[in-house]
């Protein structure tokens, strides 16, 4: 070959290899994951596609519906609209949020806070049901599951936990936090073994935003700490031997960063089932936003030590690769 030959084969073979590692560039969520103002966000695994069921977050006269949102890969989303909304929960005036999603039977469950309730007023937990994950849901119960105040805990921000074939309920906003069991077709609460129906399982510095997950036999529990609307607000959380603690903490896994955006939290958890991948899926407020609602929903990698301890998250711009379920 001459040296004009090898010249123009080596030209092309660059060429080739850079075409090849364009190609193989792994597609980005981005974050936010989607456009609008959203919060409170719950991921769920359903089949081959993941969810994600926000609150919509404007002033609470505004926050009378919910959508919900839906990917095979985590990096293109569909949205589907009004799933639910206050025509169909009578009960409901204002402040709707925070939902917390789960399959059972066939059916889908949608529970959610209405009303940001107090003392002697109509309002707290709710349950929707569906035949289809995007709805849409119809009440179930034409009224609250919980409507008291109990331990302190305002009925809210409640996540559902399957573990050994009970349906265990934690919530609570006000820096309290209740677990409850749930009966079989999800319209009413159920006594614990030694009769007691509320048991508060309060951790240090708790505010909202419950979520637990399992892993190698231990119990995750996660909440959201500081003021909703406040820059600091994040994420810490607790390891324990059982469903229902003691959750002693043991730190922040999630919060604001200075170059990227603050409040970070009110965060739920997807895994990958037969895999060591865990996404954290959470609201934040971009650096330029100082409205305390104008919050929107985003994804980035959760990850472990060699003890099991969750590794402080960076909350990034580009968010998480392409992930299709098998």
Same mark, same amino acid.
């Given at each position: 070959?001459?040296?004009?030959?090898?010249?123009?084969?080596?030209?092309?073979?660059?060429?080739?290899?850079?075409?090849?590692?364009k190609?193989?560039?792994v597609?980005?969520?981005? *974050?936010?994951v989607?456009?609008?103002? +959203?919060a409170?966000?719950? =991921?769920?695994?359903?089949?081959?596609?993941y969810?994600?069921?926000?609150?919509w977050?404007?002033?609470?006269?505004?926050?009378?519906?919910?959508?919900?949102?839906?990917?095979?890969?985590?990096?293109?989303?569909?949205?589907?609209?009004?799933?639910l909304?206050?025509?169909?929960?009578?009960?409901?005036?204002?402040? #709707?949020?925070?939902?917390s999603?789960?399959?059972?039977?066939?059916?889908?469950?949608?529970?959610?806070?209405?009303?940001?309730?107090?003392?002697?007023?109509?309002?707290?937990?709710?349950?929707?049901?569906?035949?289809?994950?995007?709805?849409?849901?119809k009440?179930?119960?034409?009224?609250?599951?919980?409507?008291?105040?109990? *331990?302190?805990?305002?009925?809210?921000?409640?996540?559902?936990?399957?573990?050994?074939?009970?349906?265990?309920?934690?919530?609570?906003g006000?820096?309290?936090?209740?677990?409850?069991k749930? *009966?079989?077709?999800?319209?009413?609460l159920?006594?614990?073994?030694?009769?007691?129906?509320?048991?508060?399982?309060?951790?240090?510095?708790?505010?909202? =935003?419950?979520?637990?997950?399992?892993?190698?036999?231990?119990?995750?529990?996660?909440?959201?700490?500081?003021?909703?609307?406040?820059?600091?607000?994040?994420?810490?959380?607790?390891?324990?031997?059982?469903?229902?603690?003691?959750?002693?903490?043991?730190?922040?896994?999630?919060?604001?960063?200075?170059?990227?955006?603050?409040?970070? =939290?009110?965060?739920?958890?997807?895994?990958?089932?037969?895999?060591?991948?865990?996404?954290?899926? +959470?609201?934040?407020r971009?650096?330029?936003?100082?409205?305390?609602?104008?919050?929107?929903?985003?994804?980035?990698? #959760?990850?472990?030590?060699?003890?099991?301890?969750? *590794?402080?998250?960076?909350?990034?711009?580009?968010?998480?690769?392409?992930?299709?379920?098998?």
């Amino acid at each position: 070959m001459t040296l004009r030959g090898l010249f123009f084969s080596l030209l092309f073979l660059g060429v080739c290899l850079a075409c090849s590692r364009k190609t193989e560039e792994v597609a980005m969520s981005g *974050n936010p994951v989607m456009e609008g103002w +959203y919060a409170d966000p719950e =991921g769920i695994i359903y089949d081959d596609t993941y969810w994600i069921y926000p609150t919509w977050s404007d002033a609470y006269e505004e926050q009378t519906f919910f959508d919900c949102f839906s990917s095979k890969d985590l990096v293109n989303w569909t949205k589907h609209s009004r799933i639910l909304d206050n025509t169909e929960i009578k009960w409901a005036e204002r402040a #709707m949020w925070a939902p917390s999603v789960f399959r059972k039977d066939g059916k889908y469950y949608f529970f959610f806070g209405a009303n940001d309730v107090h003392e002697g007023e109509i309002g707290g937990i709710g349950v929707a049901v569906s035949d289809r994950p995007e709805g849409p849901y119809k009440d179930l119960l034409g009224k609250p599951l919980i409507n008291d105040i109990v *331990n302190g805990a305002q009925p809210i921000d409640q996540f559902v936990f399957l573990d050994d074939g009970a349906c265990y309920m934690y919530y609570g906003g006000w820096s309290h936090c209740n677990i409850v069991k749930l *009966n079989d077709d999800f319209t009413a609460l159920v006594p614990f073994d030694d009769g007691e129906i509320y048991k508060e399982v309060t951790p240090e510095n708790y505010t909202e =935003g419950p979520f637990m997950f399992k892993k190698n036999g231990k119990y995750y529990f996660m909440w959201s700490e500081g003021g909703w609307g406040s820059p600091d607000y994040c994420v810490a959380y607790a390891i324990a031997d059982s469903p229902l603690g003691p959750f002693n903490r043991i730190g922040k896994i999630l919060q604001q960063d200075p170059e990227v955006a603050t409040s970070a =939290g009110h965060h739920s958890v997807i895994h990958i089932p037969g895999s060591e991948d865990y996404y954290i899926v +959470y609201h934040r407020r971009p650096l330029t936003e100082t409205h305390h609602n104008h919050r929107a929903t985003c994804i980035d990698k #959760m990850t472990f030590d060699e003890n099991g301890l969750i *590794n402080p998250v960076k909350i990034t711009f580009e968010g998480v690769a392409a992930r299709t379920i098998k």
